[in-house]
DNA sequence: CTTCCTGCAAACAATTTGCAGACAG
DNA sequence: CTGTCTGCAAATTGTTTGCAGGAAG
């Protein structure tokens, strides 16, 4: 019984296929793309690749999640204010839904955004290559808190 | 016949209401927001307003944007790695059409965004406050040109 | 008058870059 | 071996902040 390919898999294969290296680094932070749960910033990643590789910097891990955008495998929030947030899991065009208290982001399921989407190519002429949905609120476990913050 | 009141008329309301002062500068800024038919950067605001209070720094533009978030009377679209875009005209959660080629900012009319806020926060349970929908795409003008860039 | 605002300059913080040495292929 | 990648440090850039003098109300 064969095992689906992982994403570290396609990610892998990817690299490799444009001639990019593999590297002890590079691969701890494929691992953390592509493992973590959550939407983890560059800082994020890189706190937990230093625990395997001490001498990795956070420059590293820019640089890699630069080559992974370049390349489509890796998806990246842009937030002015706060730091950019990064989805290995799915590196195209979602929707999210952001606590704006615990910061917290998770995939909702949206089935109608592609109707839409391309019901705005037609009418506006635009050739739309990705979109970008957030919906900012109060996560339900925030709201029971009902701290003060 | 009365003419109806303008977005300038009702920002100036609601800063005076809110007890803010009207300074020449400020004023200078509102009008730029309540005017622009696109989607302005601070710099962009800043060098209108310098035309007519040469004095005015960027750091005053900054100062008047961040009252008028805080009150609900301008929108900020952020963006990481570019300069953040104001919206005075219309200071509330709408999608947008962007250009990736000449950075130009529209606001395309979609109706059935409502409907999926509105199902999404039953579902979710979330308290949804805000939400930002960006298309990214080719303009019909950029297109046309399809110059190397 | 009093408080809020402006202008200036310095501070910030996330991200990017240049470069010399290291190492994957 | 050779070209790409790493690690270090400095640069970048949009935005924010502190403070002293100025002006709105």
Redesign the interface.
């Given at each position: 019984m064969e095992r689906a390919p992982t994403r570290l898999d396609s990610m892998l294969r990817k690299l490799r296929e444009l001639g990019f290296r593999i590297t002890p680094q590079r691969l701890a932070v494929l691992k953390v793309l592509a493992e973590s749960k959550g939407h983890p910033g560059a800082e994020e990643i890189y706190t937990v690749v230093r625990k395997s590789f001490p001498t990795t910097t956070i420059a590293t891990v820019y640089k890699t999640l630069a080559v992974l955008k370049s390349i489509g495998e890796v998806l990246?929030l842009?937030?002015?204010?706060d730091y950019?947030r990064y989805d290995g899991k799915k590196p195209y065009s979602h929707p999210h839904?952001i606590?704006?208290k615990c910061k917290r982001i998770v995939d909702?399921e949206?089935a109608?955004?592609a109707d839409?989407?391309e019901k705005?190519?037609r009418?506006?002429?635009?050739?739309?290559?990705?979109?970008?949905?957030?919906?900012?609120?109060?996560?339900?476990r925030c709201?029971k808190k009902d701290n003060a913050d």
């Open positions: 990246e842009e937030f002015s204010g950019n839904l606590c704006i909702p949206l109608s955004l839409m989407t705005l190519a009418e506006s002429g635009y050739k739309l290559l990705t979109h970008r949905l957030d919906f900012y609120g109060i996560c339900p709201q």
